[in-house]
Nanobody
Framework: VQLQASGGGLVRTGQSLRLSCAAS????????MGWYRQAPAKERELVAIISRDGNTNYADSVQGRFTISSDQARNTVYLQMNSLKPEDTAVYYC??????????????????WGQGTLVTVSS
C-alpha cells in the first residue's frame, strides 16, 4: 500500500490550503484515513480522521477550521484547512488503516503512512 500526499506549501495567517492523499494498492479495503502532523521538536499528533462509514474526529486545535473528507471510489482523503495559524506549521502525514488481500485471498491488515508534506504558515 502506498500513500501519495500533496498540497502543502507556504501561506500567510488566515489563508487556506487543501491537502490530498491517495492510497494505492491491490484489492484495498480502507477502514480509516487521516492526517497527522509533527512540528519541530514536538510529537506527532492526530489532526483529523475519517472512517469508512464517514464518521470524523478532529483535534480540538483545528475543530471548526479544518474539514476532512474522502472519496472512497478513489481511495483519496482531503484536508481543507481554513483560517490557518502559525501554530499549524508542521509536516503533515497521511495515514490509513487498511486491509489488502494477497493472491490467495488472505487479508493483510496494516497501518500505512505517506511521505509527509510541509505546511508553513507565516505571521
Amino acid at each position: 500500500v502506498q500513500l501519495q500526499a500533496s498540497g502543502g506549501g507556504l501561506v500567510r495567517t488566515g489563508q487556506s490550503l487543501r491537502l490530498s492523499c491517495a492510497a494505492s494498492g491491490s484489492r484495498l479495503r480502507i477502514d480509516t484515513m487521516g492526517w497527522y502532523r509533527q512540528a519541530p521538536a514536538k510529537e506527532r499528533e492526530l489532526v483529523a480522521i475519517i472512517s469508512r462509514d464517514g464518521n470524523t474526529n478532529y483535534a480540538d486545535s483545528v475543530q471548526g477550521r479544518f474539514t476532512i473528507s474522502s472519496d472512497q471510489a478513489r481511495n483519496t482523503v482531503y484536508l481543507q484547512m481554513n483560517s490557518l495559524k502559525p501554530e499549524d506549521t508542521a509536516v503533515y502525514y497521511c495515514n490509513t488503516k487498511a486491509i489488502s488481500y494477497l493472491w490467495d485471498d488472505s487479508p493483510v491488515a496494516g497501518n500505512y503512512w505517506g511521505q509527509g508534506t510541509l505546511v508553513t504558515v507565516s505571521s
